[in-house]
């Protein structure tokens, strides 16, 4: 038995929950929502020549709702994957048997990920049969990129709780962390990102074009701003633009003069991806080694 077997457990264990079934709804009504509510307008509206739209209109309108919902949910769904089981004594069952602390740690990311991509593809399936009978025009190609970067977006976040519970001696403790980890990434990160430059133009006098890479850069370390980027890279089918539409609209056009017609590799597609996934790897890495050593 390795951690397939546990991951396996904690999935069946999921899906026999309420609150999966739940989750799969709030998601059914997050996603199809804005397509049922767009069906009955155009049913009583009057047809405008030349009246036209695409599905990517649905994928700009949903962008920055669930940069919000998903680390939330996937939070909640991992921080107490482990110290719940340390608390209850069944931990120390668990590890009785043909189980090492890898597998107990690996195989709780690979559950709980299950937990949270298949009500993710519940809503999404919904949302897509609601969407064919609008007036949109269906570009399939987008629709698919943006559910599977929704999806790797609640993985990432599963990663990152599911390490910090590995990491807590406590539930008590794993929740404060969860929390604040939700607040600094959602509110507090951008923040942090304009101050370390402004720091750095007050002090270190940088140049313009140099301050607009480094908050950039600062703000792609972020998942939620790097998953809205790729997004938006969908939908724009350019990086530079994309990157550009990370700034406000009154700064924009002084960024894409200072950028030029080409953006730095380390803020290119490929290395936002890389940013990305690294919150999938490197806290269940550091949740793991401390739990590894920890006298259960």
Do not use: C
Request: zero cysteines; aromatic letters at 12%; hydrophobic letters at 55%.
């Amino acid at each position: 038995m390795t951690w397939q077997a546990v991951a396996r457990k904690d999935f069946r264990d999921a899906v026999r929950s309420k609150w999966l079934w739940a989750l799969s709804l709030l998601f059914v009504a997050v996603f199809a929502l804005p397509p049922i509510l767009l069906f009955y307008l155009e049913m009583g509206a009057t047809p405008q020549q030349g009246q036209s739209g695409t599905t990517d209109m649905f994928v700009f309108l949903m962008k920055q709702g669930t940069s919000i919902l998903i680390p939330l949910i996937a939070i909640v769904i991992g921080y107490t994957s482990i110290t719940q089981e340390r608390e209850s004594g069944s931990l120390k069952l668990l590890l009785s048997l043909p189980h090492s602390r890898d597998d107990v740690v690996f195989g709780k990311v690979l559950g709980r990920s299950g937990v949270i991509a298949l009500p993710i593809a519940v809503g999404f399936a919904v949302a897509f049969l609601v969407l064919l009978f609008t007036s949109l025009s269906l570009k399939l190609v987008n629709l698919l990129l943006f559910a599977a970067l929704t999806a790797v977006l609640g993985l990432v976040f599963v990663g990152l709780s599911v390490g910090v519970s590995a990491a807590a001696s406590t539930g008590q403790r794993a929740m404060v962390a969860a929390i604040a980890l939700f607040i600094w990434f959602v509110v507090l990160w951008n923040s942090f990102a304009n101050q370390v430059v402004n720091a750095l133009v007050k002090y270190v006098g940088i140049s313009e074009a140099a301050r607009y890479q480094t908050v950039l850069f600062l703000k792609l370390l972020n998942p939620t701003q790097a998953y809205k980027t790729l997004v938006d890279t969908v939908l724009m089918d350019s990086a530079l633009q994309s990157r550009i539409y990370m700034f406000g609209i009154f700064k924009r056009k002084a960024v894409a003069q200072a950028f030029g017609d080409s953006l730095p590799i380390y803020l290119s597609d490929p290395f936002v991806v890389a940013y990305f996934l690294a919150w999938l790897f490197v806290p269940v890495a550091v949740g793991l080694r401390k739990f590894s050593n920890d006298d259960l």
